[in-house]
């Protein structure tokens, strides 16, 4: 489904990514665990599109096509999707009309008809459901005045409507309390599929204990210094970042 | 980013689209103004006398003033010698139905998209259409009459009813009020007159569509609605013209009277001609608009959605005269390109616990200039009053310019003035998340600018609100950086 190939990405002239190698298939679920600076985070950013970073080598194959070459919206259309670590706000714009302007959008690129707003009505309230949201999220303003984590809860939300094949949450446990925590892990669960895939950035294995993953990579400095089962993630809680980098020198 | 800031100015080139001009005959004045112009006009309109004696005044007045200068905007020198001020579509026969209006003039509203029919069948609207200076059609009257609501063209109204015309014509806006409202006042051509009777509450929006057509002819509407005791009235007012190379003035004058616990709320869309995108062209728009809460308890609201014209020259007043009556301003001013605003408006604190409210929403895009102006005036006796205003910025790029001078004068101990001030510039951030979320950059700046209009949309009676939405994403295309 995806395989990133030796990506090489960079900020201001500043190398972040230095030769990235991933592979993702179908119902799996990968995190990717690393330090703070390790370019965790601008390897979500990069996958999703932002215009900030510059590519300098490698490519990144979704389902066989480069997205690289593709707009943010494009490659959103074609299945990836991304929670955000810190969800913005747009003020006065309610969170329905957003989705189901987003939807449609995808839904479109897929060569499906829209939604009218009934069935889309139908459709988030069944996701809510299963997510136990409560109605009122839907006509607020996107993220405007939410909480730490009503913004996250809200971002499992959008993916739990937008249904990507691919999801990548980035440091989605960040400022979360433990039931938050639960909650959004719950969400993610609910949502695996054997055809769709998660990649879950984090900091702390904390969050691991509720997503289970298949496998985890450690990033250190721009680059995978290694890969494991859900056993990795275990050994990094109890030994720290400074292991991997001994093991790596 | 590059590609972004590129995409949203290919977007932002797009051609006006409501510029075409229709080919019909009209009867036109010579260019330039005197008393005997005046005199033209006052004749071919077939005045009384009292009015002929009126606009005179008001043109020795003129004379005598001279044109402002305390605003935020700037254009070259206005000959007003080189106006035409008066141009009537000709037409053989009276018309008694929509059938009789010149099929040309129906095309144009065609291409507007607003064919009269439509309204009329869809939206249960009485369309009083000013194409040119001469109303064209008016429709509805019937229904309305046997409400004993009066909504014809100003120059009917001075005809049918001269002693309503007499008595609140200037009542709010007098001849000497201003530069361009004493202009207006002298050469006035038409516009619209709205009267409701004690106790009715008009059954529908009522609404004019103002067209600027006549190459060079200034337009000079003069729209008067009064609102007697108990009465509630909707009033509607969009505009559109074609594309002409040299400026265009416009001078309006609206005057608005409600008495006691009546309500009248005035709604604009305007979307006149901005210029090209070096600014060459389009309309100056020097408008005076007020309203008087005359009696107790009553309400005037305007709500403003100023997408179009090179300048805009703007402020909807409301005299709070009576004790407990209520003023609102809600506004969207739009400053793409090379656009110029200065708009906002003055609430005037009489009566004593009078109430109201300024929500302003300047929108600033390419190289268009921004600027809100707003007096809120508390008198003496005018105890408990209470104010609030909002005024929010939103700045699209990093060449346009926002502004705010909120002028406040308070001269009652008892009084609550609140103001607040935001500007805000849409962030590489939100149209990255709405694009994420698999949304066009044209779409994401589209919602984010509509949703923070939002305050003010919602003031606006639906199927304008649609509209409005709609004509914020055309002007807007392509600015984003």
């Known amino acids: ?249 | 980013m590059t590609t972004e800031t590129q995409s949203i100015e290919t977007l932002a080139t797009q051609e006006y689209k409501y510029g075409f001009i229709t080919q019909i005959e009209t009867e036109t004045a010579p260019r330039g103004l005197n008393e005997d112009i005046i005199r033209l006009i006052s004749f071919k309109k077939n005045e009384p006398k009292w009015l002929l004696e009126w606009r005179l005044k008001a043109y020795r007045y003129w004379l005598t003033m001279e044109e402002p200068k305390w605003h935020n905007v700037h254009y070259p020198k206005i000959n007003y010698q080189d106006i035409i001020y008066y141009a009537a579509p000709k037409h053989k026969n009276k018309l008694n139905s929509l059938d009789d209006i010149d099929p040309e003039i129906r095309r144009t509203y065609e291409k507007l998209g607003i064919p009269l029919e439509e309204q009329m069948r869809i939206a249960g609207v009485a369309v009083d259409a000013v194409f040119d200076s001469v109303s064209v059609a008016t429709t509805f009257k019937e229904k309305l009459k046997n409400l004993g609501i009066i909504f014809c063209s100003f120059s009917e109204a001075v005809q049918e009813y001269p002693e309503l015309v007499k008595k609140y014509l200037g009542s709010v806006v007098p001849y000497t009020d201003n530069y361009f409202a004493t202009l207006n006042s002298a050469v006035f051509t038409d516009g619209s007159f709205c009267y409701v009777p004690k106790g009715v509450r008009c059954p529908m929006e009522l609404s004019t569509y103002f067209r600027i057509n006549t190459a060079d002819t200034g337009q000079f509407e003069r729209t008067l609605i009064v609102a007697e005791e108990g009465s509630y009235v909707s009033y509607l007012e969009g505009c559109t013209a074609p594309i002409r190379d040299t400026n265009q003035l416009h001078a309006a004058v609206v005057e608005l009277v409600a008495f006691d616990n009546a309500q009248i709320k005035y709604s604009t869309v305007q979307n006149w001609y901005p210029g090209d995108k070096e600014g060459k062209g389009g309309i100056y728009n020097f408008v005076t608009k007020r309203g008087k809460c005359a009696g107790v308890s009553s309400k005037i609201s305007w709500t403003q959605v100023e997408t179009g014209s090179a300048i805009t020259w703007k402020y909807p007043s409301c005299i709070l005269q009576g004790d407990n009556s209520i003023g609102e301003f809600y506004s969207v001013a739009v400053a793409n390109n090379r656009q110029q605003a200065d708009t906002g408006t003055k609430m005037v604190h009489i009566g004593k616990n009078t109430r109201s409210t300024i929500v302003s929403k300047g929108i600033s895009a390419g190289f268009g200039n921004n600027s809100y102006r707003g007096l809120v005036q508390v008198h003496k006796k005018a105890e408990n009053t209470r104010n609030f205003s909002q005024c929010d910025s939103l700045l699209i790029g990093d060449k346009c310019g926002a502004h705010t001078f909120p002028y406040i004068e308070v001269k009652n101990t008892s009084s609550t003035v609140e103001h607040e001030a935001s500007t805000s510039k849409i962030g590489e951030d939100q149209i990255f998340y709405c694009k994420q979320r698999g949304l066009s950059t044209e779409d994401a700046v589209n919602m984010i600018v509509n949703g923070f209009c939002k305050e003010v949309f919602r003031e606006l009676p639906m199927e304008f609100a649609v509209e409005a939405q709609k004509l914020l994403g055309i002007s807007l295309e392509g600015s984003v950086g």
């Not at chain 1, 993702?24 to 215009?51: D, F, W, Y």
């Not at chain 1, 997205?67 to 309610?94: C, H, K, N, T």
């Not at chain 1, 999801?167 to 993610?188: F, H, P, Q």
């Not at chain 1, 969050?207 to 985890?216: E, F, T």
């Open chain 1, 1 to 249: 489904m995806l395989e990133i190939k030796n990506l090489h990405a960079s900020i201001n002239g500043k190398n972040i990514l230095k030769g990235i190698n991933l592979t993702v298939k179908p119902g799996e679920v990968h995190a990717i665990m690393g330090p703070n600076g390790s370019g965790k985070s601008t390897l979500a950013q990069v996958i999703a599109g932002r215009e900030t970073y510059e590519v300098t080598e490698g490519e990144v194959l979704f389902n066989g096509k480069n997205i690289l070459e593709m707009d943010p919206e494009e490659r959103a259309r074609e299945g990836v999707f991304v929670a955000f670590q810190y969800p913005v706000e747009i003020p006065g714009v309610s969170n329905t009309y957003f989705l189901k302007a987003g939807l449609n959008e995808i839904r479109k690129h897929r060569g499906l008809e829209p939604l009218d707003a009934v069935e889309f009505l139908a459709l988030v309230r069944e996701r809510l459901k299963v997510l136990h949201l409560t109605e009122n999220l839907l006509n607020r303003s996107v993220n405007e005045g939410f909480s730490g984590g009503e913004k996250k809860r809200n971002e499992i939300f959008q993916m739990a409507v937008l249904e990507p094949t691919l999801s990548i949450l980035d440091e989605t446990d960040s400022g979360l309390d433990i039931d938050a925590l639960r909650d959004v892990a719950d969400g993610v669960n609910k949502l695996r599929k054997k055809d769709n895939a998660t990649i879950v950035v984090t900091h702390y294995q904390r969050l691991l204990n509720y997503i289970v993953p298949d496998y985890v990579h450690v990033l250190q400095d721009g680059k995978i210094v290694k890969s494991g089962g859900r056993e990795l993630a275990l050994e990094l809680e109890e030994k720290g970042y400074d292991w991997v980098k001994e093991q790596a020198a």
